[in-house]
């Protein structure tokens, strides 16, 4: 039985989390075809001119040997595998044809944990109310085998406060608890650790800065040690250009992502501190070489990795080009430094179908997570292709959406919505608040 979180003075306390040992197991392939079964049958055009209501159900067959049947308005990009497969069987193709085997009832909507209601559509509601309780138990106590997140603890408050922003929740009634969180966790030699005692991170700096921006009130924000933040972040800026994402920690794009972030929310100067290394190579500001820095980082494939030489990947895409947005205007600095061509053949083959949803690297499944790590790259990139944009008026976008929407849409509603409440990677695995935020940030 999956363990529920204590209650205590709460009207909601449902939500559960599983614990990482109850994980499912990712071998189990039980009463799954390893190939894809390319049917033509059942598919919806007949269905589909019957006219239903928004948040109507479809009615379930009584019949138990009744095939169900797929929800109106689903076209059949999202019912069927792929008609092209790879003759290659590997273990690779075996696992995403599995995947796929396991979306499609989601997809279609027959599945029997989704009770409605569908859309016209065909497209399942965004539970809400089950989210929203899910959030708000996430910024309480956790089971034991959440203590190997514990340096995750920044991460665990800013990915529920974003999605409660998000979903248009009151967040202020946690500010007290949000600013005691992270009074010990700041460092005396600047930045946040992942907890008290820890090392200062750029990424548990960023969690911890942005938690407090969007928590905000005075005592929030003159928490934060601006000056100690400017002098430790100087201390990670690298010859090279980049950032290390620790004093003695490893250098790629997510410490130049979150460096910049801290450095322009924070309105700290741009030139780096009198003691910092990187002046003895001649670099003077913090984004010295930054940008040659970001460009060095697109592979052969088109898509961004996390340091020169390493493998595109979704997330480091994102960091990289929200740096290069932050660095100056979209269309002139990913225009500079990114092979845009190159980079839109990568990102647009990391959405699937039927999925729907996105995968971070070549090869691999789609993973909710990517909707917002993949999916935010997109309205960057848009932006670099549409330039700047008049103050008033309508928006003159010349490129449109260049990703499905629809499909993205489909694979967070329809396969990641979890029974009580957040989002999880794909069916079969369990929910984490981190994949509620990073899948409900793109759920719009
Ligand atoms: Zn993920």
Redesign the pocket.
């Known amino acids: 039985m999956p363990i529920v979180i204590a209650a205590s003075g709460r009207q909601r306390r449902k939500v559960r989390f599983t614990t990482a040992n109850q994980a499912p197991k990712p071998g189990n392939t039980q009463n799954h075809p390893i190939r894809p079964k390319v049917s033509t049958s059942g598919r919806l055009s007949a269905a589909s001119t019957t006219t239903y209501t928004d948040h109507q159900s479809l009615p379930r067959p009584n019949d138990e040997m009744c095939e169900p049947q797929v929800q109106p308005g689903v076209p059949v990009l999202f019912t069927t595998p792929p008609l092209l497969l790879d003759a290659l069987v590997t273990e690779t193709s075996e696992v995403q044809a599995e995947t796929v085997n396991k979306c499609l009832p989601f997809l279609k909507g027959i599945h029997s944990t989704q009770n409605g209601p569908f859309n016209r559509f065909g497209v399942p509601a965004l539970t809400r109310d089950e989210h929203v309780a899910y959030l708000f138990d996430s910024l309480e106590d956790y089971p034991e085998g959440f203590v190997a997140m514990d340096a995750s603890r920044p991460w665990l408050v800013y990915w529920a406060l974003a999605a409660l922003s998000l979903l248009g929740e009151d967040i202020s009634r946690v500010r007290e608890r949000v600013v005691k969180s992270f009074i010990p966790m700041q460092n005396p030699t600047g930045g946040f650790g992942g907890g008290h005692g820890q090392l200062s991170h750029c990424a548990s700096s960023y969690a911890a800065v942005l938690s407090l921006a969007m928590i905000g009130g005075e005592e929030a924000y003159s928490l934060i040690d601006r000056e100690k933040m400017w002098r430790w972040l100087g201390r990670l800026k690298q010859p090279d250009g980049g950032f290390r994402v620790c004093e003695g920690g490893e250098e790629d794009v997510r410490g130049a992502y979150c460096a910049m972030v801290i450095i322009s929310l924070l309105d700290l100067p741009l030139i780096l501190p009198p003691e910092a290394e990187a002046r003895q190579h001649g670099l003077e500001t913090f984004d010295s070489g930054l940008s040659a820095y970001l460009s060095r980082c697109q592979t052969f494939e088109g898509g961004i990795s996390g340091s020169p030489g390493s493998e595109a990947h979704g997330a480091y895409a994102f960091c990289a080009l929200a740096c290069l947005c932050i660095l100056g205007q979209p269309e002139v600095t990913v225009a500079r430094c990114m092979d845009v061509p190159l980079l839109l053949s990568w990102l647009s083959a990391r959405q699937y179908a039927p999925e729907g949803g996105f995968s971070?690297r070549t090869n691999k499944l789609v993973?909710?997570?990517?909707s917002h790590w993949v999916g935010s790259c997109w309205p960057l990139i848009q932006s670099a292709l549409d330039g700047a944009q008049p103050a008033a008026g309508p928006k003159q976008s010349s490129v449109g959406n260049l990703y499905s929407r629809e499909g993205l849409t489909r694979y967070i509603l329809g396969c990641c919505q979890a029974k009580f409440g957040g989002l999880r990677?794909k069916p079969g695995k369990y929910d984490l608040p981190?994949?509620s935020v990073?899948n409900g940030a793109s759920a719009d």
């Open positions: 971070g993973d909710g997570c990517y990677d981190p994949e990073v």
